[in-house]
């Protein structure tokens, strides 16, 4: 099977072109017309674009974190429209739920801040397409060599690791190989529709540093304040301190089932 991506230098990107040996990349700077001719033979598009949303935002980047993904997602769709690609899988994330709500995919109601109508407007654009059309909502992916561990393991490591504030924020994850596995399932089954890409069994901020800390044999008494999130990354303290309790109902309706839904098994793997 022959993919395309966009976004393909990225974390998410390079698991998949292990699964998917047989791939070319969509860049940023294509035309709709350039895209086309890329989409040629293709069997399936992947739209992984999107700056990275944590990160300090002001008004300025909030633009990029809007045109990266919306302005992308629309040239890659009328694109696809042209072509005779088989399957469009575009990413959106568990930040279009409210906090501190369980939510699944049947739930109605939507989160109101920033980050949910990025969401939402992503979403929107990618349903434009006339190809069988899957969007995958991702939780916090963990998996070597990038994602949100390379930045928390040194901490630990470094004997500099703690909860965010009382650590009570739930965190929605998910391994990258069962996010690779959820890729495959969904070409398979021919499998379309809004899924939660997320382990069943999603943590509080306080178990993950714990059993984070467990499994690197390091303490984690050093609490971060969010206070000094908010100072860091002003409006993009969201990204840390959103409490997203998100479960793959629909998924596992579906017949996926999860490699690793337990966050100390997923750990114990990446970092042994």
């Known amino acids: 099977m022959k993919v395309a ?4 230098s990225g974390f998410v990107a390079n698991a998949l072109k292990k699964a998917f ?3 070319i990349a969509i860049d940023r700077t294509d035309s709709v017309e350039a895209i086309v ?12 674009a999107g700056a990275p949303i944590a990160a300090r935002w002001d008004e300025a980047y909030k633009k990029v974190l809007l045109s990266s993904r ?3 997602t629309k040239k890659l769709v009328a694109a696809i429209n042209q072509s005779d690609v088989k399957h469009f899988i575009s990413t959106s994330a568990v930040g ?14 939507m989160g109101d801040d920033f980050l949910a109508g990025l969401a939402l407007a992503w979403e929107s654009e990618a349903r434009k397409c006339q190809k069988p059309t899957t969007i995958l909502r991702f939780g916090v992916v963990l998996g070597k060599d990038g994602g949100a561990l390379e930045k928390m393991v040194p901490a630990i490591q470094a004997y500099m ?19 690779v596995r959820i890729y495959q399932f969904v070409l398979d089954n021919n499998t379309v529709g809004t899924f939660n890409a997320t382990a069943p069994n999603p943590v509080s901020n306080f178990t993950f540093t714990k059993i984070l800390g467990k499994i690197l044999k390091r303490p984690t008494w050093l609490p971060l304040p969010p206070f000094i999130i908010k100072m860091l990354f002003s409006e993009g303290a969201t990204v840390l301190l959103d409490s997203k309790e998100v479960y793959p109902k629909a998924l596992v309706k579906k017949g996926f089932s999860f490699k ?13």
């Open 5 to 8: 991506m966009s976004g393909a």
């Open 21 to 23: 040996p047989e791939w």
């Open 37 to 48: 001719v890329k989409l040629q033979g293709v069997d399936a598009v992947f739209n992984l």
């Open 70 to 72: 919306i302005d992308t």
């Open 96 to 109: 279009i739920y409210p906090n501190n709500i369980p939510c699944d995919e049947e739930s109605e109601k």
């Open 161 to 179: 690791g703690g909860t965010i504030g009382n650590g009570m924020m739930i965190t929605s994850w998910i391994d990258i190989d069962d996010l």
């Open 260 to 272: 690793y839904p337990d966050l100390e098994g997923s750990l114990r793997k990446i970092l042994a």
